[in-house]
């Protein structure tokens, strides 16, 4: 397993370190998407989200990996790379929009190729694929990245996508999250090969196994899968060795699966810990210029709260836009019925309203 | 709108529907760089039925590729190059055979342009051999269209002749939004005609009337056409007026086209290919019940194939899959009512 911090926060693999300016973007990111996180649980109890899966603890494991992408790269997230799409550039405002399920959630900015998180498990995989292919078909160096969970890599999806992008050289990074649980199953009874990483071998592509909780160590071996793919060298998997110390959603009780025995050990792994120790070590940070930091991102994320709150409902006939590019005749005509109802339903209340 | 069947102005050249069929992609691939075709055996092979022969030779192996044997990661790698500015054509080599691919298909394929709010579209087509009558082995002669009729956000195309074949799979390539493409085996090389040279369309969501009649509307499509014409031609000779209504796409479905033939013939016979229950033909039946209750002269009838898989024993196909004589007999049923 490829490493370059301990969890105590010391260097193991000096020659893995990458400059400074890149230690320390990769905290920000991480702090960033720790509040996003952390704030999301308030805001859920609060009403103002909607059930989220949180990632807290998977900080190092979306934003290392991420990072390596530039803006003319594809990202194709699960439901639960919420900080992998805020690092390559998703407006916290449209994430928030997305988990409260309002369409601004689904407008992605026209200068990011970031796919709304997929719920459907791996189907991302093969798309990921097409989208890399394409890429190179059309003569650039860009590349796709899809994310993935150890649950999602017993999905026949996933097995094909690999053995598509070895077979067509399609310049993909294939990251596999294993954060141990596919909800209540853990990875033991998903698999017998437990190092998800060796079924690259099956397809004739690299296989990686990365400290997920070690932000320089995956974004380290990310560069190197992109590089290979930017350069034609095809596909790489990924998987990122990490944990799932929260809930499934902000909706479970992990309790009925699992013991703090299974969970005890992984704070002490933490992701944001383990680099910020790093960097006030290394001189690179101080705890004054950390707390002008997460005054910014606070700053940053309550505005984006504020612009998410000013976004409007949307209307009933809104549910048939965007389903063809021209409205079929039948579209049109379900969309006069709701309206019709709609407006009748409208005048109902009004008169109940008025007695 | 009524596109009546006139016969094609300018050059035309004889042509099988999957010669037909071969030279939409041919023409398609020619005009438009982003249009890619892959699938499997569709390269080299040109195709189990031979609808890519020679395409890959013409256009190169990065344009007309053989694809690894697995629908899903056809489809879904279609998708992401659909996202990505290309134009997929894939095929699928039969209609049996989708079913691997389903979750793409209901899950994204039709939902892209609603889950991005037409940030992204998917301008893509997928081919597929569909229907029986050719004695295939098991599982090959499936028809589910009415799956993909029910999925929002794909439309739904089903030739029925060569000329229609070429016209449309050129609408279809051209459409900014998913098109399914069903292609009746029987019809790929039983049936020859004149077919315009060039880069000729046919418009999705225009259904055609291919006899004119008074007394009973037959409503079809893909291959069932030439059953209902030839159960149509029997009852001319009878004295009864039957107007054919060739769908060629169900979704969109042209419900003017039917609803205006219901009006003057107060009769109504579908035929399909499709097992029984909740098939195409019952969404026909609903919409005429809907919009044309009050023309109506007879019960609604539905020739259609039966709530058991599509039988792979030669001898007893037929029973399955409508054949002319049992048009006839709807035909004459409605008339007698």
């Known amino acids: 397993m490829v490493q370059c911090l301990a969890p105590d926060g010391s260097v193991v693999r000096e020659d893995l370190l990458p400059d400074p300016e890149t230690r320390l973007e990769l905290y920000r990111q991480m702090r960033r998407a720790r509040h996003f996180d952390e704030r999301g649980w308030v805001l859920y109890r609060q009403g103002r989200l909607g059930v989220f899966p949180p990632f807290g603890g998977m900080e190092a494991s979306q934003v290392g990996t991420a990072a390596a992408l530039t803006k003319n790269d594809w990202l194709f997230p699960t439901y639960r790379d919420t900080g992998a799409a805020l690092t390559l550039g998703l407006p916290i405002a449209r994430t928030l929009a997305y988990w409260r399920t309002s369409p601004h959630g689904w407008h992605m900015p026209a200068d990011l190729k970031v796919l709304p998180f997929y719920i459907p498990i791996a189907t991302q995989y093969p798309q990921a694929v097409g989208a890399a292919l394409a890429e190179r078909r059309q003569g650039t160096r860009n590349v796709a990245m899809a994310f993935i969970g150890d649950g999602g890599s017993s999905e026949g999806d996933f097995h094909e996508a690999l053995n598509f992008a070895g077979a067509l050289n399609a310049p993909c990074v294939f990251i596999l999250q294993n954060n141990g649980w596919a909800i209540s199953v853990p990875t033991r009874a998903q698999t017998r090969a437990t190092d998800l990483s060796r079924r690259a071998d099956g397809y004739g592509i690299p296989g990686v196994r990365v400290d997920g909780n070690d932000a320089l160590a995956t974004y380290h071996v990310t560069r190197e899968a992109v590089d290979r793919a930017r350069g034609g060298g095809g596909p790489t998997l990924i998987e990122t060795v990490t944990y799932r110390v929260k809930p499934h959603t902000v909706a479970d009780d992990p309790s009925r699966y699992r013991s703090e025995a299974d969970t005890a050990g992984w704070d002490a792994k933490d992701p944001v810990t383990r680099l910020r120790t790093h960097l006030l070590n290394a001189g690179l940070m101080t705890e004054a210029s950390e707390a002008d930091l997460l005054a910014e991102i606070t700053a940053e994320f309550e505005a984006a709260l504020a612009e998410a709150d000013s976004y409007p409902e949307p209307t009933p006939a809104e549910i048939l836009d965007h389903v063809f590019a021209e409205p079929t005749p039948q579209l049109k005509k379900q969309r006069a019925e709701i309206l019709a109802e709609h407006a009748a339903h409208d005048q109902a209340q009004d008169s109940k309203e008025q007695a | 709108m009524t596109a009546t069947a006139t016969p094609p102005t300018g050059t035309t050249k004889t042509m099988t529907m999957v010669a037909a069929i071969n030279d939409a992609l041919d023409i398609a691939l020619a005009a438009d760089d982003a249009v890619h075709i892959f699938g499997e055996d569709v390269g080299v092979m040109g ?291």
């Open chain 2, 47 to 337: 195709g189990v039925f031979r609808a890519t022969d020679g395409l890959q030779a013409k256009h190169g192996q990065e344009r007309v590729f053989d694809t690894p044997l697995a629908e899903a990661a056809i489809v879904g790698m279609g998708i992401g190059m659909g996202l990505a500015g290309l134009k997929p054509v894939a095929e699928i080599q039969f209609a049996g055979f989708l079913y691997p691919a389903l979750d793409q298909i209901l899950s994204h394929l039709g939902r892209y342009r609603h889950r991005t709010r037409s940030r992204y579209h998917l301008p893509m087509v997928i081919r597929a051999p569909y229907g029986g009558g050719v004695h295939t082995p098991e599982q090959h002669a499936d028809s589910p269209e009415a799956i993909l009729a029910h999925t929002p956000g794909v439309k739904v195309v089903i030739p029925s002749t060569p000329a229609d074949a070429k016209g449309l799979l050129l609408s279809a390539i051209n459409d900014p939004d998913p098109v399914f493409f069903f292609e009746a085996i029987k019809l790929y090389r039983s049936v020859k005609e004149d077919v315009p040279v060039g880069d000729y369309r046919v418009p999705i969501g225009k259904a055609r009337v291919v006899t004119e009649g008074d007394d009973v509307t037959v409503i079809c499509y893909g291959g069932m056409v030439e059953v209902a014409q030839k159960a149509a031609a029997a009852a001319t000779q009878a004295g009864i007026g039957v107007e054919v209504i060739d769908l060629r796409t169900l979704v969109p479905m042209d419900t003017d086209t039917v609803i205006a033939s219901i009006a003057k013939t107060g009769r109504a016979v579908i035929v399909t290919e499709a097992p029984r229950t909740a098939g195409f033909h019952s969404e026909i039946a609903a919409v005429i019940a809907e919009e044309a209750i009050e023309h109506l002269r007879a019960p609604i009838v539905r020739v259609t194939g039966f709530d058991a898989p599509y039988p792979p024993f030669t001898a007893v196909e037929d029973v399955y899959r409508p054949n002319p004589l049992r048009v006839a007999k709807a035909i004459r049923q409605v008339m007698d009512y």
